[in-house]
């Protein structure tokens, strides 16, 4: 069984620029996690999906950020207009559906913004 | 506020000894998790601990749960290189999103 995978795995970007990282998930499974490391600090939740619903957005950090995940397949995490802080690891995992499974993660997307 | 403290943040050991990382938390939790993270790779689930005394081990690793005391273990016996690795406990409450604690980077030498 294929992993969850994540693209790109480096993206290097302007301050103003806009970045799409996409995550694709393991198969079958109906949730869907978006994490972000800033370098240092802790892995932090940013948002969950299920199937094509968000469930919880709670670590959003401001509306610059879009997440979607249309037909509850693969996800997408737009950020617009990137600013320097938002540089960091981007993590997506996946679990089967129901509460409390291991979460499966990607290996993650570099995120720099110059 | 859901915390996690996770020490010590780097372990430098040489190859045979033994050594704990500690791993506390800030609130009752539903599950305890260890991944482990090898450079520019996935987390990868070592353990997902359940209840109050739980323990489970996975060849040099173990990893314990004291859900009183807030605290989950996860212990190296008998170090070899390739446990080198950056070692991350997180825990879940109520919710399923994965609170973390900052990892242990941990680096075995001959």
């Known amino acids: 069984e294929a992993g969850v995978t994540q693209f790109p795995s480096h993206s290097v970007i302007e301050k103003g620029q806009t970045v799409t990282l996409r995550c694709d998930p393991i198969s079958g499974h109906d949730n869907l996690y978006w994490y972000r490391r800033v370098m240092g600090k802790e892995i932090k939740f940013l948002l969950h999906f299920v199937k094509e619903s968000k469930q919880d957005e709670s670590g959003m950090p401001n509306n610059r950020f879009l997440a979607e995940r249309t037909g509850g397949t693969y996800s997408t995490l737009k950020v617009q207009p990137a600013e320097l802080e938002d540089s960091g690891v981007y993590f997506c995992a996946s679990t089967r559906g129901g509460r409390g499974g291991t979460q499966y993660f990607g290996p993650g997307t570099r995120l720099l913004v110059l | ?110």
């Open chain 2, 1 to 110: 506020e859901l915390k996690v403290e996770q020490n010590p943040l780097f372990l430098s050991m040489q190859e045979g000894k033994n050594y704990t990382i500690y791993c506390n938390y800030s609130t009752t939790s539903d599950r305890l998790y260890w991944y482990r993270q090898d450079p520019g790779k996935s987390l990868e689930s070592l353990f997902v601990l359940l209840s109050n005394g739980a323990v489970k081990q996975e060849g040099r690793l173990m990893a314990s749960l004291d859900t009183k005391a807030r605290l989950s273990t996860l212990h190296i016996t008998a170090a070899v290189h390739d446990l080198s690795a950056t070692y991350f406990c997180a825990f879940s409450y109520n919710t399923d999103k994965l609170i973390f604690g900052t990892g242990t980077r941990l680096q075995v030498f001959p």
